[in-house]
């Protein structure tokens, strides 16, 4: 097994997950199977506690790992399904060696952070690295590790001194250490100013750790001389430095690695001479060049309460970005606070309420993602309300199916007063209600989690088609909530269907709108799954209905149409006719209107 280690230095929010993805993918391309680890120096025991405002979204796995968003970016780019064990804190550490204490596995040690953490964390290392998350059987050929933070925070020295052992017990030729740092332009001069990574270095050789390749961020690619003068202070081979310079998309940064050789010099250091070929890059350089040419634009309304943060809703934009290339459309965030949509708002902050309403208006196609507690939620009932009576195509995810009951209920039925328990514990009319197995004491890991298996009641609805007729399909889910199933037979008589349910028969997971032209909500996330080149159903189905291709998609099936719409082949046809055209995009291909958030 060999191992490639990503560091980060000077500044936080480098981009150390896409840089260790995009590592991960270049040495797929060569021909080696590849797993990933993420290392979060926190005292959580997972992520699933904390405020995505705090850390972005929680990206859940198969086995119900609540984890950082990190690992999303690892299995979207190298296609692969991790565990909740791929991914390290300090929680789960100190809480394994306190477990192995109480049980007398130390026989009478004092248990010290040397060796007890230290031998710890490398064991997990060598452990997880072992389990092939690619479908294949035997491990993989090459284990990249992200340690999460910044060099020389204090929570993370436990883990600096581990793989200081770690490095030296497994061999010079199976160990590559990866430092990504900031190199910063000063506008004042606009000379590119190498000081902060060479401290950086120091820094990190003073710990006993010595990076093999520097990966430099920075607005520009790096001039010569800087290269030079990095290599001479930090100890570092000039052909080993690498720019990660800003690109148009963020399917280019495999790229630059690849277009600076990135792929032979880790190769180099781990001593692998045989069996790899150069990076096979072919359709995903069509992608990237597509993503860039794109500018027919597809208005898609996000309404949720973590708008002020983009990586809130990370693996939402990303499956939407998926979905919307796979259209050749431009895809273009409308932010929506759902509180400014409340009538409350339009006494407080007039302004906030009209823009609010303006950008929900103007969308072709309005997306209520999941999310907790009561702020925003009657604002997310009025977007539903709005979708369902203009016939605008709507997602609902999670809560946003939740509301989208809810509302029906109110506005269709007549039960003004409708409501979820997580709201209104004393509501007379519960659409929405705690499931029974869930647990009223303990927050951390105790709502139904990871895949699940979903049953199509038929296959003349839309999701069903969407999903290729299958009879079932199993997706990741992440609630403690679900609809009143004593509520189900009332609203299917107003209308209302439920197209998809657990194999109980009694938990909804699926509802639509049959005469809308596309309203359907999910009780599972169907993000997590999307993939580059293989959008996931739902968010296609909903791009689609927003740019008038939804008859096509569903005549096609959605396996056939992703395959024209992001074959190598088709790819190159559409760059070939859009030669002449340069879409202004952001730096992932998003552009964001709203709050400004550009992701």
């Not at 394994?96 to 204490?101: A, L, N, P, Q, R």
């Not at 040419?293 to 208005?299: F, G, H, K, M, Q």
């Not at 049953?455 to 990741?476: H, P, V, W």
């Not at 088709?570 to 400004?596: F, M, P, V």
């Amino acid at each position: 097994m060999k191992y490639v280690l990503v560091t980060g230095g000077v500044v936080s929010g480098l981009g150390k997950g896409v840089t260790a993805s995009s590592i991960g993918l270049i040495l797929k391309a060569c021909g080696l199977r590849i797993t990933s680890i993420k290392i979060d120096p926190y005292l959580n025991t997972d992520a699933g506690t904390m405020s995505p405002f705090e850390h972005g979204e929680v990206f859940v796995l198969d086995d119900g790992g609540e984890v950082d968003l990190d690992l999303g970016n690892y299995e979207r780019f190298l296609d692969i399904k991790l565990t909740r064990d791929n991914n390290i804190t300090t929680g789960k550490i100190y809480q394994s060696v306190i477990d192995k204490e109480r049980r007398g596995d130390y026989l009478g040690e004092t248990v010290q952070v040397v060796p007890h953490i230290t031998d710890a964390i490398q064991e997990w290392i060598e452990r997880v690295a072992a389990i092939p998350v690619d479908g294949k059987e035997g491990p993989a050929d090459v284990c990249v590790i992200e340690l999460g933070g910044t060099i020389g925070d204090i929570e993370s020295m436990p883990f600096i001194e581990a793989l200081g052992q770690f490095s030296y017990r497994v061999g010079a030729g199976n160990f590559c250490l990866i430092h990504v740092s900031l190199v910063p332009v000063l506008t004042v001069v606009g000379e590119q100013k190498t000081k902060p990574t060479q401290h950086s270095v120091r820094g990190l050789r003073s710990l006993g750790l010595t990076p093999n390749i520097l990966a430099c961020r920075s607005t520009t690619e790096l001039d010569c001389n800087v290269k030079e003068k990095l290599s001479r202070f930090c100890h570092v081979p000039i052909e080993n430095i690498i720019t990660l310079y800003d690109v148009s998309n963020i399917w280019r940064v495999p790229l630059l690695l690849r277009d600076q050789k990135a792929h032979e010099a880790i190769l180099k250091v781990l001593n692998h001479n045989g069996g790899s070929r150069e990076p096979a890059l072919g359709e995903w350089t069509a992608r990237a060049d597509l993503c860039d040419l794109l500018d027919e634009p597809v208005r898609i309304a996000m309404v949720g309460k973590y708008t002020g943060l983009a990586d809130s809703y990370l693996s939402v934009l990303k499956a939407l970005l998926h979905a919307s290339v796979a259209c050749h459309r431009k895809l273009c965030i409308d932010w929506v606070p759902a509180s400014d949509l409340e009538d409350a708002t339009a006494k407080e902050s007039p302004d906030s309420y009209k823009n609010a309403w303006k950008l929900l208006k103007g969308a072709d196609a309005i997306l209520v993602p999941g999310g907790f507690g009561d702020r925003g939620v009657e604002g997310k009932i009025l977007a539903a309300k709005y979708a369902r009576e203009n016939r605008i195509p709507y997602l609902g995810i999670c809560l946003g199916m939740q509301i989208a009951v809810i509302e029906f209920a109110r506005s269709v039925l007549g039960l003004r007063n409708a409501s979820s328990t997580e709201f209104d514990p004393n509501t007379p009319n519960p659409c929405v209600i705690f499931m029974p197995e869930g647990s009223t004491t303990h927050m951390g890991g105790t709502m139904r989690l990871g895949s699940r298996r979903t049953f199509f009641q038929g296959t003349s609805s839309k999701s069903a088609k969407l999903y290729g007729n299958r009879s079932f399909i199993d997706e990741r889910h992440r609630h403690r909530y679900e609809v009143n199933p004593e509520m189900v037979p009332r609203l299917e008589d107003a209308g209302l269907s439920f197209t998809g349910k657990d194999e109980s028969g009694c938990r909804m997971e699926i509802v639509e709108l049959p005469n809308h032209p596309y309203f359907i909500g999910v009780q599972f996330h169907p993000e997590f799954k999307s993939r580059p080149g293989k959008p996931s159903a739902l968010f296609l189905g909903l791009v689609a209905a927003a740019c008038g291709q939804l008859d096509n998609v569903l005549k096609k099936g959605t396996a056939k149409t992703c395959r024209m719409s992001n074959g190598s082949s088709a790819i190159k046809a559409h760059l070939y006719e859009n030669s002449t055209k340069l879409a202004n995009g952001s730096l992932d291909g998003i552009y964001c209107n709203g709050n400004g958030l550009h992701v």
